[in-house]
């Protein structure tokens, strides 16, 4: 018997999926959907408002657009609910910091997803290597969009990447280089550890989307693709696949019911909006400790 009502907030193409893992989650009830392309599609029923998705469950998935986050995450946690949001939480660190510390006076759990933290070449990677072996690390993404987009809109488009970089070479110290052009950003950074990083985030009109990861290591070089990886030219045998959003679920059920821990801290989450924040307004220099 499921243990844990839910409403989801935004049936989009993530909303969907994690729809799915909640339907096929023994200890998930999903009762209450509002509003997003899919939602007449899942088999759940539809509600007329945000409230009355909020009145009708235990916790609530936010997986509307992102510049609702932060006002409907609040609202389900003044509501004294648990709550689930895609990232990023907020769009500053402050905002993220102050939901943070509601969710504690409510007594809920707030679980910020994070599925590329999840996948298997990312996962790989991270066990294969740590912040102190590393002598260089390069990211890129590149993906469709508009290709006048400025620094605050890729840095914020960027924030799964930033994580990525934090969790293979350690938290960043400062920002010592930008260089920011329409549809293009890039910058030079030096980890807590030492690590000297690149980043070059762009967008554009005809762009494939390409997740490209370069680690150089005492343990060889290594080099993500989007889903392959390889070490010195050579293909590695990933981590297990699991289902990202299904993976994530039993992550936030597991924190609710159980009191378990997630996959990424709350200080990595502020840490990252704060470098986020930084690189969109173009401030180089050293990053609070």
């Not at 343990?219 to 699991?242: C, H, Y």
């Amino acid at each position: 018997m499921a243990e844990l009502r839910w409403a989801l907030v935004g049936a989009g193409t993530a909303g969907r999926a994690r729809a799915r893992a909640l339907l096929e989650s023994p200890r998930d009830d999903l009762v209450a959907i509002w509003r997003g392309r899919y939602a007449d599609d899942i088999g759940a029923p539809v509600v007329a408002s945000f409230e009355a998705a909020i009145a009708a469950a235990e916790a609530v998935v936010i997986s509307s657009p992102t510049e609702h986050h932060a006002a409907q995450v609040r609202a389900a946690l003044q509501a004294g609910r648990h709550v689930v949001v895609d990232f990023p939480l907020a769009r500053s660190r402050a905002e993220a910091s102050s939901l943070f510390d509601l969710a504690r006076a409510k007594g809920k759990v707030l679980h910020v997803e994070h599925i590329e933290l999840l996948e298997a070449a990312g996962r790989t990677l991270c066990g294969q290597t740590r912040p102190e072996l590393l002598s260089s690390v390069h990211v890129q993404f590149e993906r469709s969009g508009p290709d006048d987009a400025g620094a605050p809109a890729l840095a914020l488009s960027n924030v799964a990447r930033l994580h990525r970089l934090c969790a293979l070479a350690g938290p960043v110290a400062s920002i010592d280089e930008l260089d920011m052009l329409p549809g293009q950003l890039k910058a030079r950074l030096t980890t807590t550890a030492g690590v000297p990083a690149t980043l070059q985030f762009a967008q554009g009109a005809y762009f494939q989307r390409l997740t490209r990861i370069e680690a150089t290591a005492a343990n060889g070089r290594w080099e993500q693709r989007n889903g392959r990886l390889s070490r010195d030219g050579r293909d590695v045998s990933l981590l297990g696949t699991r289902s990202l959003f299904a993976s994530d679920q039993r992550v936030a059920t597991a924190r609710i019911l159980d009191g378990g821990d997630s996959y990424v801290t709350e200080a990595r989450i502020l840490h990252v909006l704060e470098v986020m924040e930084r690189l969109g307004a173009g401030r180089v220099g050293p990053l609070s400790p």
